[in-house]
């Protein structure tokens, strides 16, 4: 409700309008304290002077309000300094014009407090100093009635008037700077949201993703390397052709289970619900990639790839556990046939290394590019405060990986 009045054009009509009812009222009541009650008793000289003050008054009266206007106009601009002539000059104008004029001493007052609230420091000093020598000039020089006042009186008097018109205006000036400031800051903070929001969607997307490659594309590598075969060789026996069937029935029901668990994980907030990879389990990748015809030849001194007594924590044995599963899907997607050796070592004391290369097919040869999976696999190891290298140059493609033994 009322909202109209907070727009720049009726804030200006409405000031407009008090100063010209302010003024108009102290034009009357000063002619009706300056006029005899007789007007005929006058000379005719004098009449004739007392009209003329009266119609300066008026008209420079109704100027100054109309300057007001202009005054005012380009003051609501935000800008610390919009159009500055076309504020100082009709707000020079309208102070000079109180020189002469009882009706255009409120509008003068309303321009010094306008300059001291939004104008240029220097601007209220040159009005209030104007808006004296026109005070002076009037007192001492048009009205007549003041021939009595002191000029230490009326410097007095129009310090302090000038000085209460600055302090409001100096209070509207530090009002609309706390507001503008608060403004900012509110609009820093709600893009500083945003851009939380929308950094933890994106760290949201990307690991989703993450999870889905690493949980999904071992197996479908593995459907269609056996769906492949079945389809180019069509010398295949009955007996071959159900164990490949087989393999294939088993591998998407694993990939199922594996999708399931990736989305349980997602949801819930506690992921040590959800059944984790085991050091075990690196044996039966590499079981599985020897399956599907990708030579591996393991060297596990350690025993890591299997029941050991000495054990690190779950996020450990997971990241271990994506980081074989990549290098073997890698091997069979980029360099199918190619022999991968893989290196598993480490304890306790010093960490767990892993080293997995394998030869590059000719048509790759020349610096292959890694993919999303090695970057999700970067970001997981150092998440761990370990350290993951990739070399994809000349004819070999070689992962090394250095993790810390977390318990």
Not at 102 to 118: D, E, K, N
Not at 175 to 188: K, Y
Not at 256 to 278: F, H, I, M, Y
Request: proline share 5%.
């Amino acid at each position: 409700m009322l909202t109209w009045i907070r727009r720049p054009g009726w804030r200006i009509a409405m000031t407009v309008a008090v100063a010209l009812v302010i003024g108009g009222v102290l034009s009357l009541v000063f002619w009706g304290m300056l006029l005899p009650e007789d007007p005929d008793a006058l000379p005719a000289a004098e009449s004739g002077r007392l009209f003329l003050l009266f119609a300066v008054d008026v008209l420079a009266g109704l100027t100054a309000l109309g300057l007001l206007a202009l005054a005012l106009l380009p003051l609501d601009d935000e800008s610390p300094r919009p159009h500055p002539m076309t504020a100082l000059v009709p707000g020079l104008i309208v102070v000079a014009a109180s020189a002469v004029s009882t009706m255009a001493s409120p509008a003068a007052l309303i321009v010094v407090g306008s300059f001291a609230a939004r104008r240029p420091r220097l601007w209220f000093p040159l009005a209030a100093a104007l808006c004296f020598a026109a005070g002076w000039f009037y007192t001492f020089v048009v009205d007549p009635s003041t021939e009595t006042l002191r000029f230490w009186e009326f410097a007095a008097i129009m310090a302090a008037v000038l000085g209460i018109t600055g302090l409001i205006g100096w209070g509207r000036r530090s009002r609309r700077s706390l507001i503008r400031s608060l403004r900012q800051e509110a609009v820093s903070a709600r893009r500083e949201r945003e851009a939380h929001a929308e950094r933890a969607r994106a760290a949201e997307r990307t690991r989703i993703a993450r999870e889905m490659h690493d949980g999904l594309a071992h197996q479908l590598s593995l459907i269609s390397l056996h769906a492949g075969a079945l389809e180019y060789r069509r010398d295949l026996d009955a007996e071959t052709i159900r164990r490949t069937s087989d393999v294939i029935q088993q591998t998407a029901r694993s990939a199922s289970q594996e999708l399931r668990s990736v989305l349980t994980v997602l949801r819930e907030q506690d992921a040590g619900t959800t059944p984790q990879p085991t050091l075990a389990a690196i044996g039966e990748l590499v079981s599985a990639a020897r399956s599907a015809g990708t030579p591996v030849e393991l060297t596990d001194d350690d025993g890591l790839a299997g029941a050991s007594a000495h054990q690190p924590s779950d996020v450990t044995i997971r990241a271990l556990y994506r980081i074989v599963q990549e290098c073997l899907t890698n091997a069979r997607k980029h360099a199918p046939g190619q022999p991968v050796r893989l290196t598993l070592a480490g304890g306790p004391a010093h960490g767990i290394r892993v080293s997995a290369g394998n030869g590059v097919a000719a048509a790759r040869a020349g610096g292959a590019d890694p993919g999303f999976g090695l970057i999700g696999l970067r970001e997981r190891v150092e998440l761990l405060g370990g350290r993951l290298h990739v070399d994809c140059s000349g004819d070999r493609f070689t992962v090394d990986a250095e993790l810390p033994w977390l318990k």
